[in-house]
């Protein structure tokens, strides 16, 4: 319930540590990644405040070391996640009732947690875990989560503050908000410690309770998460989190009556199993759930023959390659006129030369291991794929190799025909297709970008003309939930540039904004009679 009001300042996105060389903050980092890595973490399950352990490990290894082991989290099973369920919904009247600033409290304790105490744990955990070089975590893993926690306690108090604009004589119009009646499901992803904290902490902020589902890959650094949440004040039973549940989670909650909504971002089509699933159950709910999800892209760049190659080649390497293009906002495709491509090419190909591939815990490497096996394999079809076509060529890189880590080289492929496979289909690594179109059919370029891939999250334009620019804008409107002038298509910042797209990259309820939190309330509108009418007859009966 929002009963008073506060005026909360606008928030400031958390400063960027960068890590330099001879930094305070690059030494704490690198000695606590060598701690938490000598060290071999015990993950339970926590239900209702209650650690959880099954004694059925799964090991949690490095990425970039897969004979290594950093933890072991104890995996769930079909009655653990009921249990959680049940814990959720016994928790949900009394969180639903408090006052919404001590919930507020709740949440900009833990910002202030991942800010300082826990920032260098945070960021060495998605390092090990997730296989992110120092800055990307930081980007992520303290940065953005902090700005989701901050920002969307703003936004929040944004909503209840929207009342009906004026009242009529002798009544007292209202609105008044509350949480969803059930609880959230909330299934989050590898690439982004932010992601898989924001899913919980948006809806749960506005009185939601929630059972969550990490990856599996995520696990390490979700255990410390749930820690932080814990350690903030959060109540028992608001969040729970199980783990290295697929099918058994799915069947609890999407046959549950109580579901309330599902806060999803992954792929494409355990989304679509999800819905699937929903759609299926639809009559035995007790409402009808909210879908929130954010889920693939094949993102793209496109270079107008006035473009500076300069800064397309800088776009597309970190676009395509930080994050080893373990990014659902990953530069994927790239359409370069005929006259930019031999300087493009070259310039790429000298920062890539420069580029060293290796562990994160080295400083030195830019591009660090893939998630794991599957991901390994899956880019490395693709890959060879394109080495064995007649209409695909590598132009640099290629290189695959899992003797220690799941490491993939940056790889560029010039795809001779505007179909190539790889310039549809989402790979989820560093591989980038180039198509070089002629300079005169720019306008039919962005019609061949419009309609090769079915996704609809990130996109791209450069160019110095801005005639150019804004045909891009018209004739891409449907392309890119976030679209980028003259910059990567990657890196969207809370409180500047709200995140999601449509099409098959998801229902575009823009991560960071207000937007997404209203899906997490049901409005009342309550109207208040103070003279009520005393007789029924209205003038025109005369």
Known sequence: MNNSLSSLPIPKNEPIFDYAPG???????????????????????????????????????????????????????????????????EAQKAWASMNWENRAA?????????????????????????GKNCYQAEIDAVCELIDFLRFNVKYMEEIYKVQPPENSAAI??????RPLEGFIAAVTPFNFTAIAGNLCAAPAMLGNVIVWKPSNTQAY?????????????????????????????????????????????????????????????IENYHSYPRIVGETGGKDFVVAHPSAQAREVSTALIRGAFE????????????????????????????????????????????????IDRRSFDKIKSYIEFCRESSDGEIVFGGKCDDSVGYFVDPTVVLA???????????????????????????????????????????????????????VALKKLENAAGNFYINDKPTGAVVGQQPFGGSRASGTNDKAGAAQNLMRWVNARSIKESLLPPTDYRYPFLG
């Open 323 to 370: 994050y080893q293009g373990q990014k659902c906002s990953a530069a994927s495709r790239a359409y370069i006129p005929k006259s930019l491509w031999p300087e493009v090419e070259s310039l790429m190909k000298a920062d890539l030369e420069s580029i060293k591939v290796g562990p994160p815990e080295d400083f030195s490497n830019f591009v660090n291991a893939v």
């Open 106 to 130: 709740i949440f900009l304790r833990a910002a202030e947690m991942l800010s300082g105490p826990y920032r260098y744990k945070i960021n060495a955990a998605t390092m090990l875990s997730q």
């Open 172 to 177: 007292w119009n209202r609105s008044e908000y």
């Open 221 to 281: 650094s979700a255990h410390l998460l749930m820690e932080v949440f814990q350690k903030a004040g959060l109540p028992d039973g608001v969040i729970n989190i199980v783990y290295g549940v697929e099918k058994e989670y799915s069947d609890v909650v999407l046959k549950h009556p109580k579901l309330a909504g599902v806060h999803f971002t992954g792929s494409t089509k355990t989304f679509q199993m999800l819905w699937k699933g929903v759609g299926e159950n």
């Open 416 to 470: 001779k025909t505007p179909d190539f496979k790889t310039l549809k289909e989402e790979i989820f690594g560093p591989v980038l297709t180039v198509y070089v179109y002629e300079d005169d059919q720019f306008e039919s370029t962005l019609d061949l970008v419009d309609q090769t891939s079915p996704y609809a999250l990130t996109g791209s334009i450069f160019s110095q003309c801005r005639y150019a620019v804004e």
């Open 23 to 89: 930094s305070d903050s690059r030494a704490a980092l690198q000695a606590e990644v060598q701690r938490m890595r000598s060290e071999v973490l015990d993950i339970p399950n926590v239900i209702g405040g209650q650690e959880i352990r099954t004694n059925e490990l799964v090991d949690c290894t490095p990425p970039h070391n897969h004979q290594h082991v950093i933890g072991r989290f104890h995996k769930a099973n079909s009655v653990l996640v009921q249990k959680a369920v049940e814990s959720a919904l």
